[in-house]
């Protein structure tokens, strides 16, 4: 009865973070690809593990110093899988003339001038967005930006082609297919730690975060004709710097 819940969430839990699974997992590409209605329980943990290390270090540490080790703490913890995503499209639409093109320098594992400027950019802004948000309100600020921000991310397999051509891509056991029932689970997850805020709050969340995901499936069809996995992990480093910025300006 809880065997293939489990299987999807360990096949989630080993794809997108660091953290081992159990041997007794069936991993496969078709867990993998039900695995998706878990992807914003996953950003509980990273939420959690980030507040662990700020918290272990604000003991000791000033306020700033403590937020970029925590910013460390996820990176680590995801192997920077979002981020490489990022980079790799700031490259992509920075210096591609068409989908084809684009597609290619994405591709390409060296990192350009494009993606280190983004890398930068991005990073800075949510380490400065995270140093404003009053500690009192840390934790449920990472817990809403790291599940919100990857149920958005999942959510554009829904209303975009798959566009990679690669049969090594590692999103393509994600894309081959998506179905309501795991879409519903990762809504469940995503929209919990809303609770934690005014609900006036969370609308706006919400609505500008649908107005982002609206314009990000525009640009994506404009510019790829569809998604790839590096553009999911770019949308979820976009929504999630998102929500730091917006509960800095609701709640400061």
């Given at each position: 009865m809880f065997k293939q819940p489990l299987d999807?969430?360990?096949?989630?839990?080993?794809?997108?973070?660091?953290?081992?699974g159990p041997?007794?997992?069936?991993?496969?590409?078709?867990?993998l690809n039900r695995a998706s209605g878990f992807f914003p329980f996953i950003g509980y943990l990273v939420a959690v593990w980030c507040f662990a290390v700020y918290w272990l270090c604000i003991q000791w540490l000033p306020n700033d110093i403590s937020i970029i080790i925590s910013m460390v703490a996820g990176v680590l913890i995801t192997g920077a899988f979002h981020e490489d995503g990022f980079a790799d499209l700031c490259d992509g639409f920075g210096?591609?003339?068409?989908?084809?093109?684009?597609l290619n320098i994405m591709k390409d594992s060296r990192l350009g001038t494009y993606g280190v400027c983004g890398l930068i950019f991005i990073l800075s802004l949510k380490w400065q967005a995270?140093?404003?948000?009053?500690?009192?309100?840390?934790?449920?600020?990472?817990?809403?930006?790291?599940?919100?921000?990857?149920?958005?991310?999942?959510?554009?397999?829904?209303v975009l082609p798959y566009v990679q051509i690669d049969e090594h891509s590692k999103a393509k056991p994600i894309a081959k297919q998506w179905f309501k029932q795991d879409m519903i689970l990762a809504w469940c997850f995503a929209l919990l730690p809303l609770l934690f805020l005014p609900w006036v709050y969370s609308l706006v969340l919400l609505f500008a975060g649908a107005a982002v995901f609206f314009l990000?499936?525009?640009w994506y069809l404009r510019k790829l004709n569809g998604y790839t996995g590096d553009a999911l992990g770019a949308s979820q480093q976009i929504q999630e710097l998102l929500i730091y910025l917006l509960l800095l300006a609701l709640i400061g």
């Open positions: 999807r969430f360990f096949n989630a839990l080993t794809f997108y973070s660091r953290i081992p041997n007794w997992v069936d991993y496969s590409d078709q867990q210096g591609g003339l068409d989908a084809q093109h684009i995270l140093v404003g948000i009053q500690s009192g309100y840390l934790f449920v600020a990472l817990l809403i930006a790291h599940s919100l921000s990857r149920a958005w991310a999942i959510s554009l397999i829904m990000t499936r525009a």
